[in-house]
């Protein structure tokens, strides 16, 4: 018991200092906003072995974050492998097909009408099948390797990007694309010199939200079939194993994946559209 009182403790000095940072003359410093959220975390992750070492939780209700980091230094091998399997082979190869994918069907609706009415139905129809039901059919479809994870991936990514950068193309006014055909422009010097340009703040959030969706999809397929690597068929075995610490050393890669893979796309957001009013200041 006091140790529980001790992360009480521990938490309420935390939040005094928070509050005193964020308040504080140097509030807008880089420093600041990096201070913040990292004494959050880290008051977080003490307040949690505290917790579960005054209490004396049973590891297969919830392991202490030093065990489960001891789990991650020990298992660096597997988790390599694991990464390598869904991430890069399962999420990433999905991801790029079903973007490039979405992006060539987007411009297909835009120049058709006919393919808008007709594709977004279906578009909101398929985006709402749940994974667990699309997952086996995929896996039996494409087998149990990467590739049917990353039909699967394909099948998450593509309608949440399509819709995107559909309605980004439609983001210029009547009077930008008169003035477009005052110049004699052609429907590709339009497309690349205004429309384009003006739908890269929605084409990025189409590909932030689906690089969340990419890694989600990849490893839920695995609970479906898989080789004997991959993080969702870790996570499988490893609960019936009751080896929690080895699934939370499998959450922690997935967040770590997942973390880097948003903040690469919102990195060259910044870079695209620096002009955009969301990116200023």
């Known amino acids: 018991m006091p140790l529980v009182i001790a992360a009480f403790v521990l938490w309420a000095a935390a939040w005094w200092l928070n509050i005193r940072i964020a308040n504080g003359p140097a509030a807008g410093s880089q420093a600041a906003k990096l201070g913040v959220p990292a004494i959050f975390g880290l008051t977080l992750l003490a307040m949690w072995e505290l917790i579960v070492r005054g209490l004396d939780l049973p590891m297969v209700i919830l392991p202490a974050p030093s065990m489960i980091a001891e789990r991650f230094a020990a298992s660096l091998p597997i988790l390599w492998q694991d990464f390598v399997q869904t991430v890069v082979k399962g999420a990433l190869s999905g991801y790029v097909i079903g973007c490039l994918a979405a992006f060539g069907t987007a411009i297909l609706v835009d120049r058709w009408d006919f393919l808008r009415r007709g594709l977004m139905p279906v578009?909101?129809?398929?985006?709402?099948?749940?994974?667990?039901?699309t997952a086996p059919i995929l896996v039996m479809w494409y087998g149990f390797d990467w590739q049917s994870k990353a039909a699967v991936v394909v099948v998450m990514v593509f309608f949440p990007v399509l819709v995107n950068i559909t309605a980004g193309l439609q983001e210029t006014t009547q009077m930008?694309?008169?003035?477009?055909?005052?110049?004699?422009?052609?429907y590709w010097q339009g497309f690349w010199?205004?429309?384009?340009?003006?739908?890269?703040?929605?084409?990025?959030?189409?590909?932030k939200i689906s690089s969340t969706l990419a890694l989600i999809g990849a490893i839920v397929a695995e609970f479906f079939g898989s080789p004997i690597v991959g993080m969702g068929f870790r996570i499988s075995i490893s609960v019936g194993q009751l080896a929690l610490d080895m699934v939370w050393a499998e959450i922690v890669v997935a967040a770590i994946a997942g973390s880097a893979f948003y903040g690469i796309v919102a990195f060259i957001e910044r870079k695209v559209t620096f002009w955009h009013p969301s990116q200023r200041g």
């Open 123 to 133: 578009g909101s129809f398929v985006a709402a099948l749940p994974i667990v039901g």
């Open 176 to 186: 930008q694309r008169d003035q477009m055909k005052t110049w004699a422009a052609s």
């Open 193 to 207: 010199k205004l429309r384009l340009p003006a739908a890269m703040p929605f084409v990025f959030n189409g590909l």
